[in-house]
């Protein structure tokens, strides 16, 4: 069976560590440990590294070990990603405001990821901008992607 090419997003390495939700990072510490036992084949872009530059130590130190526990591919934008940005920043599918969240979304969906993996609820794991994002694929020739938070990709994952 296929592995999954997931996406992950700044929200969901920054769950790691996370004491003021501990629901939430129960959850990944159980995804990470999927992604440690090379169950998916996981991106994690230079959006992502460039907004996890912005968190304060030793959170910073903390979750750069976590991810160097962990095999991924690290891709850049490119051209085609920027494109397709424009695209959904026309359609509203999020304002110029959340231009750095379509940048990942955009990017996911160019590399024909399978999933965008994702904690943050107001912007990305919503019906809302999924039902908007697929609209402005199918238009633009892309396939759907899905967005789902860390515990819907464990969630059916018992192989015993």
């Known amino acids: 069976?296929?592995?999954?090419k997931l996406?992950?997003?700044?929200?969901?390495?920054?769950?790691?560590?996370a004491p003021d939700t501990p629901e939430?990072?129960?959850?990944?510490?159980?995804f990470w440990d999927n992604i440690k036992n090379d169950k998916y084949n996981?991106?994690?872009?230079?959006?992502?590294?460039?907004?996890?530059?912005?968190c304060s130590e030793p959170k910073?130190?903390?979750?750069?070990?976590?991810?160097n526990e962990i095999n991924f591919e690290n891709p850049v934008e490119t051209?085609?990603?920027?494109?397709?940005?424009?695209?959904?920043?026309?359609?509203?599918?999020?304002?110029?405001?959340?231009?750095?969240?379509?940048?990942?979304?955009?990017l996911a969906t160019v590399l024909a990821c399978d999933v965008v993996v994702s904690w943050n609820f107001k912007h990305f794991v919503n019906i809302?901008?999924?039902?908007?994002?697929?609209?402005?694929?199918?238009?633009?020739?892309?396939?759907a992607i899905k967005i789902?938070?860390?515990s819907m990709i464990v969630g059916g994952n018992n192989d015993e």
């Open 1 to 4: 069976m296929k592995r999954l």
């Open 7 to 17: 996406y992950l997003d700044t929200s969901v390495i920054s769950h790691l560590i």
């Open 24 to 30: 939430k990072m129960a959850d990944t510490l159980v």
């Open 42 to 54: 996981v991106l994690i872009s230079d959006i992502t590294f460039e907004e996890l530059g912005r």
């Open 60 to 67: 910073k130190s903390l979750l750069n070990h976590y991810i």
């Open 79 to 106: 051209s085609e990603s920027g494109e397709l940005l424009l695209r959904y920043l026309q359609y509203k599918v999020l304002s110029e405001r959340n231009r750095d969240d379509l940048r990942h979304i955009a």
């Open 128 to 143: 809302n901008t999924i039902n908007k994002v697929q609209a402005v694929n199918q238009l633009h020739g892309y396939p």
């Open 148 to 150: 789902l938070p860390p």
